[in-house]
């Protein structure tokens, strides 16, 4: 009895195994290619992605590509490992060639990748939500929805959604760590500080050997006016990547915010020696560099001569320095003619596109500066505070901005009297970083110009 019943179960175990390998084979690969080399490539490019290795995940997509011409997958994750502008030859007809395709043979989720990107490069916010939810109904726990509708939320600052998608993400990927950092900056947005760093150490336990959560860290450190650990941080990124070009960034910007403008040379020549940035990078940070030193020096001729130097290009340049540099020295029309186009922008962005609300904030701030110098502080506290309800400190640049608008909304508001409501938002400032706020002091003072 006990042998027969003992065949039974081998007979039983030997079906399940027959129908689970039967199953398995059955089913439809995740990404399609025709070719195990260019899948290889491929996984290797997102490994480096997830890291934000965007040059080696480049070089793994390309590759793929090569050996796959028809891997439509890898020709999207080429693009989105590609740091150049969508309008660079190389993106472009990547744009195209996704758009010729015949997407019909591909994963529902090779097909929404694919279809939201084109939508979102086309500028189509409302169609590019509709493929959004579309896919995240049919499949909600598909790890790239959750990071696109998190995305999606994060630009919007829906905090609480994007929290709630994020730790979802992590739920459903554990292997997504990259899920912490974004974590971080979600917590960055808000200002909730302590909860960021708590993220990307997380982030930076899990994965001490990548570069990333350095930065990251980094990146937080001089925001909060924390220069000499920022230091750190980005030295030992650049150490485990010495090609990581976001790290000689925040290099470079922690330099100009100290004054230090030897060392912000030395850190553009050291990601200009390793290669890792593309070219628009580096004209960036020649830029800031050209922008940054006589601003330092409270030379606001300099600052608006730049724009005719390494800041020539407008895609290069900062519109809110050239902005307040065109005011304080008297160039006006300039001024307006910047202004405008800022405006312009900003129209032809629909309502429900991501990026809305941040060149909501800085329309409004140039407008401020144009009545704060006008003559007009009640106007000019009206639109810095619209900005400011716009803006958050998620990241460096746009926190700095932050900082700036609430140094000159304490400057407009001071100038209509409301004293004790001026010190209050000076004070906000100051808590987030006192170091850059004092140097402001001195640099947007008014006539501070020379």
Not at 189 to 213: C, H, L, S
Request: hydrophobic share 45%; proline share 4%.
């Amino acid at each position: 009895m006990k042998r027969k019943r003992l065949i039974g179960l081998v007979g039983l175990a030997m079906l399940v195994a027959v129908v689970a390998a039967l199953a398995l084979r059955g089913r439809r690969p995740e990404w399609t290619t025709s070719s195990p080399q260019a899948l290889s490539e491929f996984r290797q490019g997102l490994e480096a992605l997830d890291k934000v290795y965007r040059a080696e995940s480049t070089a793994d997509f390309a590759k793929a590509v090569e050996l796959d011409p028809k891997f439509l997958a890898a020709k999207y994750f080429l693009l989105r490992s590609l740091a150049t502008p969508s309008s660079d030859p190389q993106a472009a007809k990547l744009y195209a060639e996704l758009e010729a395709a015949d997407l019909a043979n591909l994963t529902a989720r090779e097909r929404f990748l694919i279809r939201y990107a084109l939508a979102a490069h086309a500028k189509d916010a409302v169609k590019a939500e509709q493929i959004l939810q579309a896919y995240a109904v049919e499949r909600p726990d598909d790890p790239y929805a959750l990071d696109a509708l998190a995305t999606d939320a994060t630009a919007r600052q829906d905090w609480p959604q994007a929290r709630r998608l994020l730790t979802r993400l992590i739920e459903v990927a554990p292997n997504r760590v990259s899920a912490y950092n974004q974590l971080g900056y979600l917590a960055m947005g808000q200002g909730q500080f302590a909860e960021a760093e708590k993220m990307f150490e997380t982030y930076r336990y899990i994965a001490p050997d990548q570069a990333n959560p350095h930065d990251s860290l980094g990146e937080l450190d001089i925001l909060t006016g924390r220069y000499a650990d920022a230091r750190k941080e980005l030295d030992e990124a650049l150490r485990i990547r010495p090609d990581f070009c976001a790290s000689s960034g925040h290099l470079v910007s922690l330099a100009l915010l100290e004054g230090k403008m030897d060392e912000a040379r030395q850190a553009l020549a050291q990601a200009e020696g390793a290669g890792g940035c593309p070219a628009y990078m580096d004209q960036m940070m020649k830029c800031a560099i050209a922008v940054w030193t006589p601003f330092s020096a409270g030379d606001w001729n300099g600052v608006w001569q730049a724009r005719q130097g390494a800041c020539a290009d407008d895609d290069k340049g900062d519109s809110a320095f050239m902005v307040w540099a065109a005011l304080r020295t008297g160039h006006t029309s300039e001024a307006d003619a910047l202004i405008a186009k800022a405006g312009e922008q900003l129209a032809k962005l629909p309502p429900a596109s991501p990026g809305r609300r941040y060149l909501e904030a800085e329309v409004a701030h140039l407008e401020g500066a144009r009545f704060l110098v006008e003559g007009e502080p009640a106007k000019a506290a009206e639109r810095f505070r619209f900005a400011d309800q716009a803006m958050s400190y998620r990241e460096l640049g746009p926190g700095l901005f932050k900082l700036i608008n609430r140094f000159v909304l304490a400057q407009a508001l001071s100038a209509t009297g409301a004293r004790d409501e001026a010190a209050a938002v000076l004070a906000e400032a100051r808590a987030v970083n006192a170091k850059f706020i004092d140097r402001l002091g001195a640099l947007l003072a008014p006539g501070a110009a020379r």
